[in-house]
């Protein structure tokens, strides 16, 4: 007989080690096959599906208890065992046998713990009836020595197992170790193993009367069906027995059957009397349970009244209007000292009618006809409410504005600049700022008529203001008024009057928007909160609202609260989004607040062109230096108000420009011209003095004008040089000459001024090279006529036949020579003295002498080398001996 696996020590260590780590002790590890039944087909043990698995038994000794386990391993893909399932054999309460498998080998566990009874459990199939029994023995004898109790069995022959245990019995005995407290607990280890608990599942007296009842019959023990047959036909002969006895004692039964009649009397009476009292009981229970009924039926219904009763007191409080509040809504003032009587009344109204909307009310109370009556009334009251305050409002607001441009002492006078101050008129509209918001919160299409109330009232003032304030700063700005003519030809203009200082002139415009600017910033943020436009703070607590940092009129600072403080009326304004359509609706009321204010800047900018046009540049610096500090959307018309400014003097500019442009140009219809024109050096004075200017990002608006002046003076330039061909060129480079010369310096540091420069730098060569190459080629005609019909014969034959060509013999070479060079320094000379007699800028006859002899040196170094390879035997004056000729001279 093959091995059984319940005596593999490689299984048994597999085993340990798959379940390291939890102090659980195998007692016996055997291979099994697992499969599952199917319900209602238990003849198919669907052995198809049949999954190798190891069942182990395992021990846990935690002081005085011990704890018995089934743990069940599969194999994983590398073949070696893990854990799957772990069953406490403390809940083992049926162990059975399948009937359908003929070879017996298969059998089930029932556990009471497991969560699902109706899932079929597990089959387990051994290899043999031998390894069954002995799983099954040693399970049951865990379960008695360990837990004292014995699972259900069924399916197995118990005198079957009793034998077999027998069989198997071994002589080794079985140890039992003392614990602590003296109670005694069978440990079972891998030398019981083959030790059967046959003598655990009987007594030793069952035991004695088994063997003594075996003894009396000669069979053999394979005969134990036949055995069984006896058993069962003696077991009926004793049941015989039994019955002859009992029939043999019949007068006693006869005595316990009439005291058996006489107690069945006595209960028929009795329970004829209890049907009596269930009768009459049920009926009182009948009697009772309507009683109780119409009572819980009257204690409901006060219930629901006195609930009824306070619903309705509550709705009776909702649709109550306090007198108090009804005066103040219908006729009260709007005086300052009742404006707390009037806030309140309006956050009443504001309840009470959001009381009987939907979301607050019940819609059971929506459609009752009171409340329909009391939502009327309120409306009412909240139209009459509105009118009056509006209409009250508005009168207020013009009566502020009113009072303050009646008082001359608000603004500005003869010899005294004064800066507008609304502290007073923000404080008095702010004691009114909570209610314009619960006038918002009760009809938002109110606020429309109140913004144009305001901005017109306002708009009054802020004009006037500025005017005022314009007026008196013009007239009290004393600067000398500059000449617009910079540029134009005739000399009469004088240039002292150029240099005077007329920085006083940008002085008064940059007070101008010092004091504006953040005062209408102040207004639009004022107006934004004050009007309940939900739009983001324009001005920050602290920000500077204007591009200035210092300077005594930027003391804006010490207002900022009181400007601001607006923000704090409501906390439920201080909301970070920004509503597009209130943001639009905010631009079209402020463009009504701040129309016109816009004329007298623009008169002050004229102001300042018509004195000095160069302080164009630097008011676009300054008014670009506000507009770039002017981010918050709600302040879009002062930006557009700055924008309009600097595309004012832009404009300014631009004209000033255009008029210097055609001073330029006038210089092309005067009479012939020598000499530097008087533009060029004009300009240099011009540029330098637009260059002191420069403020911030008038860079770009300077620029420009450069281009245009330059631009225009070169086509200038060039046009009057061709009136007289004959000297163009020595024009061209007197005058680009001057233009480098005036603007070296300015040039380093303008990057605009350095590319014309340079421009006018090639004009420059060009013009040098086109005239030394005239007075040389006048002085030198033959020379170098002879020497181009020499270079113009080369392209077409060779060297050696240039001598037989007409025209080009030696002998024509020797005439050429003695005509051209006998008296080449009395040429020279002449060369000299032509130069010098065009220029009228002595200072550039030096370099002028200088490119001039070193181009006749060029020019003649290459006719030496033509006379070389052409005539190899004809002697010349050489190359050097030209050139000291030209440096004695």
Known sequence: ????????????????????????????????????????????????????????????????????????????????????????????????????????????????????????????????????????????????????????????????????????????????????????????????????????????????????????????????????????????????????????????????????????????DMDEWLGIFNVKLRHMREDIESIETRNNKLEMQSVNNVSLIQELDKLLERLRVPSEYAACLTGGSFDEARMLQNIEACEWLTGALRGLQVPSLDPIYANMRAVKEKRTELEKLKAMFVRRASEFLRNYFASLVDFMISDKSYFSQRGQLKRPDHADLRYKCRTYARLLQHLKGLDKNCLGP????????????????????????????????????????????????????????????????TIFIPLLVDESSFFAHFMCFEVPALVPPGGAANGNKGGNYNDANDDD????????????????????????????????????????????????????????????????????????????????????????????????????????????????????????????????????????????????????????????????????PKYADVFLLENYAAFQNSLYDLANVVPTLAKFYHQASEAYEQACTRHISMIIFYQFEKLFQFARKIEDLMYTITPEEIPFQLGLSKMDLRKMLKSSLSGVDKSISAMYKRLQKNLTSEELLPSLWDKCKKEFLDKYESFAQLVAKIYPNESIPSVSEMRELLASM
């Open 1 to 268: 007989m093959a091995k059984s696996s319940a005596d593999d020590e490689e299984l048994k260590r597999a085993c340990e080690a798959a379940i390291e780590g939890t102090k659980q002790k195998i007692v016996l590890s055997i291979r099994v096959a697992k499969s599952h039944g199917i319900w209602g087909k238990s003849g198919k043990l669907g052995r198809h599906m049949a999954k190798p698995r190891v069942l182990a038994l395992s021990t846990k000794s935690k002081g005085q208890r011990t704890k018995a386990f089934l743990r069940v391993l599969k194999y994983s893909t590398g073949g070696v065992l893990e854990p799957a399932k772990l069953y406490k054999l403390k809940h083992l309460s049926k162990v059975e046998v399948i009937a359908n498998d003929p070879s017996g080998c298969t059998f089930t566990l029932g556990f009471d713990n497991l969560r699902s009874q109706s899932v079929t459990p597990p089959q387990w199939t051994m290899r043999n009836i031998d390894d069954r029994n002995r799983l099954l023995f040693c399970i049951l004898n865990i379960c008695k020595d360990v837990l004292e109790r014995l699972p259900k069995v069924v399916g197995i022959d118990v005198v079957e197992m009793a034998l077999w245990a027998k069989e198997n019995t071994p002589t080794v005995p079985k140890q039992i170790n003392q614990q602590d407290g003296g109670h005694v607990a069978a440990t079972v280890t891998e030398s019981d193993l083959k030790v059967t608990v046959e003598r655990e599942l009987v007594s030793q007296a069952e035991e004695e009367d088994m063997e003594a009842l075996l003894g009396t019959y000669v069979m053999g023990i394979g005969e134990a069906e036949a055995f069984s047959e006896r058993l069962k036909r003696e077991l009926l002969a004793l049941e015989a027995a039994n019955v002859h006895a009992i029939l043999e004692s019949e007068p006693l039964i006869e005595e316990v059957l009439q005291g058996l009649e006489a107690a069945t009397n006595c209960v028929d």
């Open 450 to 513: 109140l913004r144009k109330a305001y901005c017109s009232s306002l708009n009054l003032l802020l004009r006037r203001e500025a005017r005022e304030f314009a007026n008196e700063l013009r007239a009290s700005t004393k600067a000398s008024r500059n000449p617009t003519v910079w540029l134009e030809a005739s000399t009469g203009s004088s240039q002292n009057a150029h240099n005077a200082d007329t920085s006083s002139v940008s002085e008064a415009y940059a007070k101008m928007l």
């Open 561 to 724: 609260e009181d400007d601001l403080g607006i923000m704090d009326i409501d906390e439920n304004d201080g909301k970070a989004g920004k509503n597009s359509a209130d943001l639009a609706a905010l631009n079209e009321s402020l463009q009504d607040l701040l129309d016109g204010i816009q004329e007298d800047f623009y008169a002050v900018v004229d102001w300042a062109y018509k004195i000095d046009p160069l302080r164009c540049i630097s008011m676009h610096g300054i008014t670009e230096r506000y507009l770039s500090g002017q981010k918050a959307d709600a302040a879009g018309f002062v930006r557009l108000l700055l924008g309009d400014l600097e595309s004012r003097i832009s404009m300014q500019f631009s004209r000033f420009v255009d008029e210097a442009c055609h001073q330029i140009e006038r210089n092309e219809r005067n009479v012939r011209q020598t000499g530097v024109l008087s533009y060029i050096p004009r300009f240099a004075t011009l540029a330098t003095r637009m260059e002191q200017y420069i403020q911030g990002q008038s860079r770009d608006l300077v620029d420009q004008a450069y281009t245009k002046f330059v631009s225009i003076m070169f086509v200038t330039l060039e046009k009057i040089a061709q009136t007289d």
